[in-house]
Structures are given as C-alpha cells and as structure tokens.
C-alpha cells in the first residue's frame, strides 16, 4: 500500500511539469515524449490510459445478451485503488456489436445522448468496441479516488443493463489486508473501556505510524472475535486502520 502511494505521488510529480512545459517538456525522458496524444485524456477524472509495462493486474471481462433479454458485462463491477494500473481483457462473447466505455457516470450519460442521436464509432483510449467474438483491451491508470463507471453506450444497451460501477478507493479488501499485514507495525496502547454491544473499544494508545495519528485516546472499532481477546485495563501491541471509513483494530497481541 506505501508503494501504491508512493508510485501515485511520483505520477504527479512527473505529469505536472508535462504540462506546464507544454510540447518540449520530457527531454530526456522517453516515457514521456509518447504521452503527448494522451494529453486530453489524461486530464480525465477517471484517470489517463495506461502502459502495458505499467500493469498492476489484468481483469477478464464478457459482454454479452443473455436469454431473458438483457445485456449484461461480466464481472458486474470493478474495485480499484488508486494509482492502479488495470488492463481489462475485453471479450464479446455476444451476438451484437458491444463496447466497453470507462468515464463518469455524467459522461456516460452525455455520450450516451449523443448516440442516441447518431452512432459515432470512437477510438478513444478509454474505450473498446468489438464486433461479436471480438476480443480487446484496455488499458488504464485510476489516479482519482471517486465512483466511475463502465458501459456499452450502443443505443439501447445502457439500459438493458449494459453498465456497472467502477469504485476507485484506498479502502482494502480482506484479501489484500491480510497480505498488508506482513510488514505492518504495531502500536502500543491501553484499553480503557469496551463496549461489547456497539463493537467499539476505547484504546490509550501511542502514535499510530501508518495512520499518521500522534498518542491520543481514541475509540476504534473492533469485530466480536477482537473484543472477545480484550479487557479493560491491558495493555496492547495493535494494528489500527480505516475499514469502511471507521478506524478499526485490525490486530492485536
Ligand atoms: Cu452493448
């Protein structure tokens, strides 16, 4: 997670003087002299298109018309973090032509308009259209934290179900945690009081490093299973960190 932060801040560092210096910014960095076309694409909210070396991990996705009449993207939805490079590995494994759009949900809404009214085939960075059997990919850095969404802006196909949210957020997995928790640190604290029925404990702790918290006393939250290894008065080494926007002991010993 402190690389992912680490590697999002250095993008910054590097897109910024890119714009400032206009065309002959980059000298004599390579990577960047190629990034000139993706400009406008790059102050999009949902991101900026991606290099293939820069893949964190690729996602297969199906579109398709299913036998009830709907039209559908398999997975359903996508979680990200931000600063993630994602390729999505696109397949039609439909009848009809489909495409796979990222942007807002408000662009997806005005594109879709658009359509409507003429159907424009794009060769957009942030979008595939395939023909059925086509296969594709995408490939796209998420740099904002927000929902975003995908979808076939073919006419009709929004609405039959073509589209599902992209969440772009530094909120961990279960899976990912328990990976995180190998060269995580422990602070120290004392329990001062626990309230088993609210699943909330108030701990006297030390600075907490990974959430950039000085000593304090605070309340956390805590899962059955935690409270059930606590008592008021001892003291603790433990893990604290945000789960679904509450600071939550995530460890202890
Ligand atoms: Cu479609």
Redesign the pocket.
């Known amino acids: 997670m402190k690389n992912l932060l680490l590697k999002t801040a250095i993008a910054f560092t590097l897109s910024a003087p890119a714009f400032a210096a206009g065309s002959h910014s980059g000298g004599h960095d390579e990577a960047k002299v190629d990034n000139h076309a993706a400009d406008h694409a790059a102050m999009m909210l949902v991101g900026k298109p991606g290099t293939a070396e820069d893949v964190d991990r690729t996602v297969d996705v199906i ?1 398709r ?1 299913t036998e009830d009449g709907q ?1 559908i993207f398999e997975p359903a939805s996508f979680d990200i973090k931000p600063g993630e490079t994602i390729r999505f590995k696109v397949k ?1 494994a ?1 009848e ?4 796979f759009v990222l942007d807002t949900i408000e662009q997806n809404v005005v594109h879709k308009a658009l359509m409507a009214k003429m159907d424009m085939e794009h060769d957009d960075p942030n979008s595939i259209r395939l023909d059925a059997g086509g296969e594709g990919e995408v490939i796209w850095t998420f740099a904002n934290e927000g929902t975003f969404e995908f979808a ?3 006419p ?3 609405e ?1 179900g ?1 589209h599902g949210p992209i969440t772009v957020s530094m909120e961990m997995a279960p899976a990912d945690m328990q990976m995180a928790q190998a060269d995580v640190e422990y602070s120290t604290g004392k329990i001062k009081k626990i309230d088993a029925k609210a699943g909330k404990v108030t701990i006297i702790h030390g600075p907490l490093a990974k959430l950039d918290m000085p000593a304090m006393t605070m309340v956390f939250r805590a899962d059955e299973e935690m409270i059930a290894k606590m008592s008021e008065g001892q003291d603790i080494e433990f893990v604290a960190d945000r789960v679904k926007g509450k600071l939550t002991v995530t460890e202890m010993k």
Do not use: A, I, P
């Open positions: 579109m018309e039209m039609n439909g009809l032509e489909h495409e076939c802006l073919m009709g196909h929004y039959s073509m």
